[in-house]
């Protein structure tokens, strides 16, 4: 996975892909109708007993941009069960994930597949999980960040314990294929994972960060400083403004801002007059969320204000667990209301939730008080200036193991928390 140019943002170049279902290729469907299409591929599933006919009429449908989505989802579901039935367990995980994020309109389907996921991950050996991995990299070497087969490869290592999924990705960091080393990367940096779940793979990281490759060196600076870890800021500081790589320099000035540790400022101030204009745009970008995040979290009053505002994400995610909804929109800060009517958030968060099934366990991950200004909205810019408090829960659901709730209340008028935003990964 290689990056391009860019002033803030370090993107990664598009390599060609496969197609999905590239495994069995068909021409589009158009006649007969795709109804009929799938009463086919039932007939030949179910009377007929030839699973590949069966696989391959359900594949020709999922590659009709104009199908019809309830068809869409039931061939995508009746395609993963004979997966799994053909022990392709990698291949069917992928397909269910396509029928939860594609289509969560389709409830009833979208439960199915959630549920068959959380199965298939359940009893999953350390052979298994390598081999996930493994796959994933080697699919993630092959795409770029725009590629839309990037988020359902992300997905095939939902609900893994993150650790393992770490311990296994750290030896592809020493991979002598680029490629592949930036797949690595990419995974620990964006990936399903918490914070705390790369911690297996931080001393290879930090390792990746004297690679003799540039690319390699500013993705591991980025991974180390968009996951906080606090044990690289001095590399990254070092990086920043030593390296000989503009790329690793510009790189390592973003990571900085990632991180979050307001003694890199001098060091940013010193980058902002780097002779490279992207390493210095970077720098002044960093400055910003630095800026922003000036909040010191041993302050009495701003962990007097965490004490007040967990209790208040933690109780607003009950009204979720309990299909609440609307009470969950009520209670709600002013700003979460005014992006949407009650009735249009119980439809998406309802489309969301249900097909994670009952939520199992919460346990709080991490709270971060941040006070936003006009001038300084990073990284929360959707939202007003005021007080706000960042808390992350990892929980497990029925149908998901390991999600990553992020519920920030802000402090209203009234001298009340109230939740202001909902993120779910």
């Known amino acids: 996975m290689k990056t391009a140019s860019s002033a803030i943002a370090i993107l990664l170049a598009v390599f060609s892909a496969a197609p999905a279902l590239a495994q069995y290729p068909t021409p589009p469907a158009t006649a007969p109708s795709l109804g009929a299409l799938l009463e086919s591929g039932i007939y030949q599933e179910e009377t007929v007993g030839d699973l590949n006919a069966a696989a391959k009429i359900y594949a020709q449908i999922l590659t009709d941009a104009q199908a019809n989505r309830p068809y869409a989802a039931q061939a995508a579901y009746r395609l993963a069960m004979i997966q799994l039935k053909q022990k392709k367990t990698q291949e069917a995980v992928g397909t269910l994930t396509r029928i939860v994020t594609d289509y969560p309109d389709q409830k009833e389907l979208a439960a199915k597949a959630a549920a068959q996921i959380a199965q298939a991950r359940s009893n999953l050996s350390d052979a298994d999980i390598q081999s996930l991995v493994d796959a994933a990299v080697n699919k993630i070497s092959t795409l770029g960040e725009t590629d839309p087969q990037l988020p359902p490869t992300l997905a095939t290592l939902n609900g893994i314990d993150g650790k393992r999924v770490s311990a296994d990705l750290a030896p592809w960091l020493k991979s002598n294929i680029p490629e592949e080393r930036r797949a690595a990367i990419y995974i620990l940096w964006r990936g399903p994972l918490s914070n705390e779940d790369i911690a297996p793979a931080v001393p290879a990281l930090l390792d990746a960060m004297k690679n003799s490759e540039d690319t390699t060196r500013g993705m591991a600076a980025l991974a180390l400083g968009g996951r906080k870890v606090a044990d690289a800021s001095d590399p990254i500081a070092a990086m920043t403004l030593h390296d000989q790589s503009p790329y690793a320099r510009r790189a390592a000035a973003y990571a900085l801002g990632l991180l979050g540790d307001q003694k890199a400022k001098p060091i940013l101030e010193q980058a902002v007059k780097d002779t490279d204009p992207n390493v210095a745009a970077n720098a002044r970008a960093a400055l910003k969320m630095l800026a922003m995040n000036t909040t010191d979290q041993n302050d009495p009053a701003t962990k007097a204000a965490i004490k007040d505002a967990a209790p208040v994400a933690q109780h607003w995610a009950e009204f979720l667990d309990n299909a609440q909804y609307a009470q969950s929109y009520?209670?709600?800060?002013?700003?979460?209301?005014?992006?949407?009517?009650?009735?249009?958030?119980?439809?998406?968060?309802?489309?969301?939730?249900?097909?994670?099934?009952?939520?199992?366990?919460?346990?709080?991950?991490?709270?971060?008080?941040?006070?936003?200004?006009?001038?300084?909205?990073t990284p929360l810019p959707n939202m007003p200036p005021g007080k706000y408090v960042i808390v992350q829960f990892k929980t497990d659901f029925e149908n998901k193991k390991g999600a990553i709730e992020t519920i920030t209340p802000r402090l209203e008028p009234d001298g009340k928390w109230h939740v202001a935003g909902y993120f779910i990964k």
């Open 330 to 377: 009520d209670s709600a800060a002013a700003v979460f209301r005014n992006a949407m009517t009650s009735e249009q958030w119980q439809s998406t968060i309802r489309s969301i939730r249900e097909p994670l099934g009952k939520t199992l366990s919460r346990t709080q991950l991490n709270a971060t008080c941040m006070v936003l200004s006009s001038e300084n909205k």
